[in-house]
């Protein structure tokens, strides 16, 4: 066994430790979680294709 296996297999605990912890972190399991702003409210694609009022076909 080599140094390098250790080593990968270090890596690859702290990657799914890191991961785990943004997860933990954006779902809000830990802290305040990730507020996002309200979003302004959407028009509707139909109220904007009437808008043109000609008939392209």
Known sequence: MTAA???V???LL???GVAVAFVGIATGRF????ALPPRPP???RRARRT???QDLR
Request: net charge positive.
């Open 5 to 7: 296996s250790p080593m």
């Open 9 to 11: 297999i270090l890596l």
């Open 14 to 16: 702290v990657a799914i």
């Open 31 to 34: 802290g305040g979680g990730i």
């Open 42 to 44: 959407r028009r509707s």
């Open 51 to 53: 808008t043109s009022g």
